[in-house]
């Protein structure tokens, strides 16, 4: 237990520390025993980068330049190859005038609106369907030599080093 007269000139300090705004740390040890006593004032903390923002595209009001160059691209007339190196940002602002045009200039406003929205997207995305489609002779090549490649037994890779 602590000496009375101790824990009198901590209290009179403590005091004095918080009037004048200024943290107040007492630690004392008992071998490996022991405790830490902290007495602040009320801090707050803004995050000014926050983990989880959503960033905003401004596709709802592209500047002129990304309009034009997004307008420029077509697609529908695109081959598989061509498609899959279209960044994703164009496919959204693609979607997305499809979108305003059929609801009368309105964005998705709500959680349903939404939800088709994103099912519209993933539907004008190619599938490995559309590709064999396109390219009947080239499909099945590639999709043979993946699933040889893919399902190959790794005692065969061995012997053949």
């Known amino acids: 237990m602590l000496p009375c007269f101790y ?9 004095k520390l918080w009037d004048l ?11 490996f025993i022991g405790y ?3 007495q602040v004032t009320e801090h707050t903390v803004i995050e000014t ?4 923002q959503i960033p ?3 596709l709802d009001q592209p500047f002129p330049s990304l309009k034009k160059y997004v307008d420029s ?13 279209v960044p994703y940002l164009i496919v959204l602002y693609k979607y997305l005038q499809q979108w305003k045009g059929e609801h009368s200039g309105q964005l998705p ?6 939800e088709v929205f994103r099912s519209t997207v993933r539907k004008g995305m190619f599938t490995k369907s559309q590709l064999c489609v396109s390219s009947t002779k080239k499909c099945k090549n590639v999709i043979e030599h993946h699933s040889l490649v893919s399902s190959c037994p790794s005692k065969s890779i061995k012997k053949n080093k």
């Open 109 to 114: 406003e709500n959680y349903k609106e939404k």
């Open 49 to 52: 980068h926050p983990d989880n």
């Open 36 to 38: 830490i006593r902290v």
């Open 73 to 85: 691209i077509d697609l529908e007339a695109m081959e598989y190859k061509d498609h899959a190196h």
């Open 21 to 31: 705004e200024i943290p107040f740390i007492v630690c004392r040890s008992y071998g």
């Open 7 to 15: 824990c009198r000139t901590l209290i009179l300090l403590s005091k």
């Open 56 to 58: 905003d595209l401004r």
